[in-house]
C-alpha cells in the first residue's frame, strides 16, 4: 500500500516557476514507477511526466517537454515535479500517481495504482 501527498501548488504569473512535491509512505515506493497527472478545469486528467524507480528513465507530454522536469529521492520517499516557463493552460489540479508496473507504462495509459488527492496550480496570464 502506497499513500501519496501533493505539496507545492499555489498562484504563479506566467513566466515563473513552480516545484510540486509528493511525499509517499510505503516500504514500495523505491521499486514504483512514479508520475504526475494533471485535469483542467472541464478537461480529462492527463499525462505529466514519470520516473522509473531508478531515474534512470523518465517521459513527458510533448506540452511540457523542456519546461518541466521529474526527479525523486528514494531515501526521502519523494518525488519531485520541477516546472518551469509556467503558461495560463499549466493551470490544473496537479495528481502524483504511483505504479508497480513501469513509467513507460504510466506514459501510455497504462493503469495507475495509486494516486495523491491533488495539489492547485494555478497560472495568471
Known amino acids: 500500500q502506497v499513500q501519496l501527498v501533493e505539496s507545492g501548488g499555489g498562484l504563479v504569473q506566467a513566466g515563473g516557476s513552480l516545484r510540486l512535491s509528493c511525499a509517499a509512505s510505503?516500504?514500495?515506493?523505491?521499486?514504483?514507477?512514479m508520475g504526475w497527472f494533471r485535469q483542467a478545469p472541464g478537461k480529462e486528467r492527463e499525462f505529466v511526466a514519470a520516473?522509473?524507480?531508478?531515474?534512470?528513465?523518465?517521459y513527458f507530454a510533448d506540452s511540457v517537454k523542456g519546461r518541466f522536469t521529474i526527479s525523486r529521492d528514494n531515501a526521502k520517499n519523494t518525488v519531485y515535479l520541477q516546472m518551469n516557463s509556467l503558461k495560463a493552460e499549466d493551470t490544473a489540479v496537479y495528481y502524483c500517481a504511483a505504479d508497480s508496473h513501469s513509467a513507460h507504462s504510466m506514459a501510455i495509459g497504462g493503469p495507475v495504482e495509486y494516486w495523491g488527492k491533488g495539489t492547485l496550480v494555478t497560472v495568471s496570464s
Open positions: 510505503g516500504s514500495t515506493f523505491s521499486r514504483s514507477a
Open positions: 520516473i522509473s524507480w531508478s531515474s534512470i528513465s523518465t
